[in-house]
């Protein structure tokens, strides 16, 4: 069925909001938080220090610099830092994840951008 174009978008659908179903009956039973950010969130293109989108970068760039602040990432930390901001947690080093000092100015960005962040 997976070949049917039409159906296999539905089926994948089916098969994540079951896995999500999963994780919210198992985080409610051990007491544990979980949220769940927008699919369609640019985790990877975002600049987790300062905020740059940087555009889409091909799979096969690991590690980037961003252009705007010089911050230099592993593809992969820097999307994790960007879905604990876009979950809500951004207790993370300077409150961005990055190695700068926050600015009182990024830390009122950090703010809006995590309450404006659609969680569940
Ligand atoms: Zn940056």
Redesign the pocket.
Known sequence: MVKNRKLSRAISDLGWRQFQTLLEGKAEKYGRDLRVISRWEPTSQI?S????KGGKLDLSIREWE?L????KHDRDENAAINILVAGGQSETKNGHG?KHKTTAKVAAACEMSTHRGATA
Do not use: H, M, P, W
Not at 68 to 71: I, R
């Open positions: 600049c220090s300062c905020g740059f961003c705007n602040c010089g911050s990055g």
